[in-house]
């Protein structure tokens, strides 16, 4: 049977684990909210940028050779 100074022992190293992983729940929560936020501005941006883009802009009427590099 594991003595009194074992058991405490135990439990003060599984509340140091349990505050190491709230701390880092915490810090990945955070790290989410920031992705999330910036996925948000995107899709905010992408939406602004395709209304912007004119009606007749359509991606099967470009001509090729106006997309040529300059050395061309």
């Known amino acids: 049977?594991?003595?009194?100074?074992?058991?405490?022992?135990?439990?003060?190293?599984l509340e140091i684990k349990a505050s190491y992983t709230e701390d880092l729940l915490d810090k990945l929560d955070q790290i989410v909210i920031q992705q999330q936020d910036q996925i948000d501005r995107l899709t905010r941006e992408l939406i602004e940028l395709r209304q912007r883009q004119?009606?007749?802009?359509?991606?099967?009427?470009?001509?090729l050779r106006d997309e040529l590099p300059p050395h061309y």
């Open 1 to 13: 049977m594991p003595s009194t100074d074992d058991t405490e022992e135990r439990l003060i190293q």
């Open 54 to 63: 004119p009606a007749d802009d359509l991606p099967g009427q470009r001509n």
